[in-house]
């Protein structure tokens, strides 16, 4: 499969406690997306990098939400200290400098 | 933010008949684009309309653009069961220090039902 991958694709948690979720974007895609989505809404942009760089990120992304991409390939989005209110999908999305972006399955993420 | 509206929230068809969604945005766009997602799984593009477009096609799927209403409609001929989803559209806004990269701002989605 050559498409976008995410592991894992469902997560649940205990408030407080961390995760962090990989994405893995189509191979030689440099621009990586991540969104979230939560119930009934739709994505939400949360971050973008092009290769290693992260140039953007939507105050969404509060400090407890850390997102990397070290070799300019696979990515991963950390929650520290996880609130209720985290629980959503996470989708992630690539693309190669086209205007369409490919999406991964997403991560689910329940926090109880 | 959600940027626009689609319309309506909720559509239930019959097999064979058509699906016609509408989407309304805010801001200026370069382009706009249309992505079904199955539940609980991941989205998929479907088409992509470029502002200066009015009105395009792909297999049974027919979109149109009215820039100056700022709004997309998005028709699905001859439905199928398999086209149960949710259908969102999606602008592309600017992500001002990334030179030419731009994020998709989606709007709340369309739930689309077809039975048999």
């Known amino acids: 499969d050559t498409g976008v991958s995410q592991d894992p694709r469902h997560k649940i948690t205990k408030r407080g406690q961390n995760v962090t979720f990989r994405c893995d974007p189509i191979s030689e895609h440099n621009r990586l997306y991540w969104y979230r989505q939560t119930l009934g809404q739709g994505p939400e942009f949360l971050t973008y990098?092009?290769?290693?760089?992260?140039?953007?990120k939507s105050r969404l992304l509060s400090d407890r939400f850390s997102a990397e991409r070290p070799k300019g390939s696979f990515s991963t989005l950390e929650i520290q200290r996880t609130e209720q209110g985290d629980s959503a999908m996470y989708l992630c999305?690539?693309?190669?400098?086209?205007?369409?972006?490919?999406f991964g399955p997403g991560t689910r993420l329940l926090v109880l | 933010s959600q940027q626009g509206e689609e319309d309506p929230q909720a559509l239930s068809i019959q097999e064979g008949e058509n699906a016609t969604m509408n989407c309304s945005y805010k801001t200026s766009i370069n382009n706009l684009q249309w992505y079904r997602q199955n539940s609980g799984r991941g989205l998929v593009h479907l088409i992509l309309i470029r502002s200066n477009e009015r009105e395009k096609h792909s297999g049974r799927l027919r979109v149109t653009l009215d820039t100056s209403k700022k709004s997309s409609s998005l028709l699905i001929t001859a439905s199928r069961a398999a086209d149960t989803a949710s259908y969102f559209c999606a602008t592309d806004s600017p992500l001002f220090r990334a030179g030419t990269a731009s994020k998709l701002t989606f709007g709340t989605g369309t739930r689309l039902q077809v039975t048999l």
């Open positions: 999305a690539s693309t190669g400098g086209g205007e369409t972006q490919y």
């Open positions: 990098f092009q290769n290693e760089a992260q140039l953007e």
